[in-house]
């Protein structure tokens, strides 16, 4: 059981601190920036059906797009551009605003083109920060524009992209995968699989993109042949407590280590096979992953886990998410009861001065950061309380590869 209360009182503490537009977020994207933020007043005005946090919100987002037209241009999902375009369309969605983003987004095609071009051509795919992200947002933008010359236009994007995957990856009898600088100061070069920054997101990408007839057929062998890389490092060793390694590289401990998180281990890997199984009506993959998720569940001791803060990205509002997501998806009662411990660890979190309480690990126990945005602060522990409490569906975490 979640305690209702709590929850509720700690987000009214969450909104009262970001009702102020004018908070330290200097950029705009969905995961670090001021739209992101915007996402929480806009939930929160829903939650408690009041219109004050909607009109924040409107102040909030208003702010990002004013920035960009006047010069704004760091490009990137997470932290610029390409997240906030995203946060629009999300908001046209929801019916928290009515803007038509055809004709504000459209101009902004090519300079984001550019940007994910340059990283697809240099085998950047990083989700938060390259080229994935970027593809993300055209994908939005494909499944939402009223404008059939647009629509033909962002297939063209997402092609791109796919063909740029195709053209990088290296094949053997593993399956598909991308080799990728995994410690820049140790020059140490393998295979990234986590969510944020690997070949899960590449996974979920693909399956988002795999749902839609115009490139069915154009990456199905690909996601099929990543699914079957990534599933041939699974370990079946009961000793250990994750499945899979977060990077795999020559020379690499055979036995897999990760942390308990969004951004790296087997939950990012457990809810990107499950999109794969769903949009491919692909059992196999759903059952996969579902026997993932679950082994993952016995993981609660949270120094064992790894687990320093509440934050979204690598904290214990990530990991209550997707138990909460898989719940929903398939009624697994364990599913429900990891989420509910996780979310109550939230709220033994709070015992910092200010911010709500919450403030983000530095990789020093004695350096810690007050953080407001929804990738790592306080809009995304936030969301993630507002999700546990709302009646109704809360499609925000998309902008994190979830729901």
């Known amino acids: 059981m979640t305690n209702t209360t709590l929850l509720e009182k700690k987000v009214k503490e969450i909104y009262d601190i970001l009702k102020n537009v004018d908070t330290q977020e200097n950029h705009h994207g969905v995961l670090s920036g001021m739209s992101g933020i915007s996402l929480f007043q806009f939930y929160y005005a829903r939650l408690t059906e009041k219109e004050e946090p909607a009109d924040i919100g409107v102040n ?21 551009i390409a997240g906030a375009g995203w946060v629009l369309e999300l908001l046209n969605e929801e019916e928290f605003i009515d803007i038509n983003n055809d004709e504000l987004l459209s101009d902004l095609d090519e300079y984001l083109f550019a940007s994910m071009k340059e990283n697809a051509d240099n085998g950047y795919y990083d989700f938060l920060h390259g080229a994935i992200g970027y593809g993300y947002y055209f994908l939005k933008r494909y499944e939402n524009t009223r404008s059939a010359d647009l629509k033909s236009r962002y297939k063209e994007y997402i092609s791109y992209l796919i063909v740029a995957l195709k053209k990088s990856s290296i094949t053997d009898e593993t399956g598909t995968y991308w080799k ?5 100061e140790e020059g140490l070069v393998g295979v990234n699989l986590s969510l944020s920054h690997g ?20 990456v199905q062998n690909l996601l099929e042949s990543t699914v ?4 041939s490092h699974k370990s079946e060793d009961r000793s250990t407590t994750s499945k899979f390694p977060s990077w795999i590289y020559e020379g690499m401990d055979k036995k897999p280590k990760a942390r308990l ?24 993959y759903k059952e996969e992953a579902i026997e993932i998720i679950k082994y993952a569940a016995q993981r609660k001791d949270i120094v064992e886990a790894g687990v320093k803060d509440a934050g979204f990205c690598h904290g214990s509002c990530g990991i209550a998410s997707i138990f909460n997501y898989m719940y929903k998806e398939t009624q697994e009662p364990i599913f429900k009861d990891t989420a509910d411990f996780w979310i109550n660890e939230v709220l033994k979190m709070d015992t910092h001065e200010g911010n709500a309480g919450y403030v983000q690990w530095q990789g020093n126990l004695e350096n810690w950061k007050e953080e407001t945005n929804l990738l790592e602060g306080i809009a995304g522990i936030g969301l ?3 999700s546990f409490l709302a009646n109704f569906d809360t499609k925000w975490d998309e902008c994190l590869m979830i729901s």
């Open 60 to 80: 909030t987002i208003s702010k990002t797009i004013e920035e960009i037209n006047n010069g704004y241009a760091f490009p990137t999902f997470c932290t610029g």
């Open 180 to 184: 990728t600088t995994l410690n820049q």
């Open 199 to 218: 070949i899960s997101s590449i996974i979920n990408f693909l399956s988002r993109v795999y749902i839609h007839n115009d490139f069915k057929q154009e």
């Open 228 to 231: 079957t890389y990534i599933l």
């Open 261 to 284: 998180a969004w951004c790296y281990g087997d939950l990012g890997v457990g809810v990107s096979l499950w999109k794969a199984g769903k949009a491919m009506a692909n059992s196999e």
């Open 384 to 386: 993630t309380m507002i």
